[in-house]
């Protein structure tokens, strides 16, 4: 497989495909933001998950190779001008922490990050919790100099990572992604319940913005709302999809 994908990347570019999920601000329904999700189909194996092939390309050093993909492949999507949303819109990719001091990262995402402006919206990088933690001085760097850029910095998988308050504090980062082990449970347990509360007070008293993720149900909508988390995403609402039918949802909101 780790061949592959080495050869795949580099030269069947049709093998990879972008979905994007909504994000929805949970009062109004409306969609405030996507998440782009890479896919590769290659002719033999299948789908492979990203699960998969993300940790294969760092481990042969590709990420570099995947992530031109990701660009070329979101560039595509958006060559044809996307319904005019709220300058707020975000567009987020998700982001290796090993690659964030990588100077090729900035020459790949350059012109995605320029067509994300171009079109009014807000290009957003998320990061897995764990990784963050660990991140150098220099890749704190890094990442500021993106958010002083104005590129929105999301925590992904929260709650699943060792990230200490002092720690949260001074990361530049504005949203936290909580992961949706929590969301699971939300409305059927009094434990997760206060879990994602908790959650909620520390992203408040940090000024952080709050996402819930992997929302399911109904029932998980109403309780996250009712506990005032302002934003999610989830398969109730939209599962990721390929942007032909996410621009639809743009239009048409849940
Ligand atoms: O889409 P799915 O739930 O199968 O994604 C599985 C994991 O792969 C998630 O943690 C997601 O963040 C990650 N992933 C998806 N697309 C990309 C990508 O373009 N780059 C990186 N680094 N990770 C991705
Ligand atoms: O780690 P990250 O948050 O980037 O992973 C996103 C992954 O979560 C995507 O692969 C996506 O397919 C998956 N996902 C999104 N919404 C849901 C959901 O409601 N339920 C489940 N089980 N997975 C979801
Ligand atoms: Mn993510
Ligand atoms: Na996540």
């Not at 994908?5 to 994000?23: C, G, I, M």
């Not at 329904?29 to 789908?47: D, I, K, S, T, Y």
């Not at 509360?197 to 992997?214: D, N, P, R």
């Not at 989830?234 to 999809?241: K, T």
Request: charged share 20%; glycine share 6%.
């Amino acid at each position: 497989l780790s061949e592959a994908l080495t050869a795949s990347l580099k030269t069947s570019p049709d093998e990879f495909h972008v979905v994007y999920q909504p994000q929805y601000d949970l009062d109004s329904g409306q969609v405030v933001g996507m998440e782009a999700l890479l896919r590769w189909n290659h002719p033999e194996f299948g789908p492979v998950s990203p699960g998969d092939f993300v940790p294969l390309a760092e481990r042969r050093g590709q990420i570099h190779e995947m992530t031109q993909q990701l660009v070329r492949a979101i560039l595509a999507d958006l060559r044809d001008d996307p319904p005019d949303m709220p300058g707020s819109f975000r567009l987020a990719i998700n982001i290796s922490a090993r690659q964030i001091t990588d100077s090729r990262l900035r020459t790949a995402i350059g012109p995605l990050f320029a067509r994300i402006r171009e079109i009014g919206w807000q290009p957003e990088i998320e990061i897995t919790e764990t990784h963050i933690m660990h991140l150098s001085s220099q890749c704190l760097a890094c990442l500021r100099e993106f958010r002083d850029q104005g590129v929105v910095i999301a925590i992904d998988d929260f709650g699943t990572g060792y990230s200490s308050l002092a720690y949260l504090q001074n990361l530049p980062v504005q949203v936290l992604k909580i992961d949706r082990q929590f969301i699971s449970y939300v409305a059927s347990t009094n434990r997760d319940s206060r879990i994602v509360s908790a959650i909620l007070g520390i992203a408040e008293a940090l000024e952080l913005q709050v996402v819930a993720e992997g929302i399911e149900s109904q029932a998980q909508y109403q309780q996250l709302r009712q506990l005032g988390c302002e934003r999610g995403q989830g398969y109730l609402m939209a599962r990721p999809q390929p942007w032909s039918q996410a621009r639809q949802t743009i239009i048409d909101p849940y």
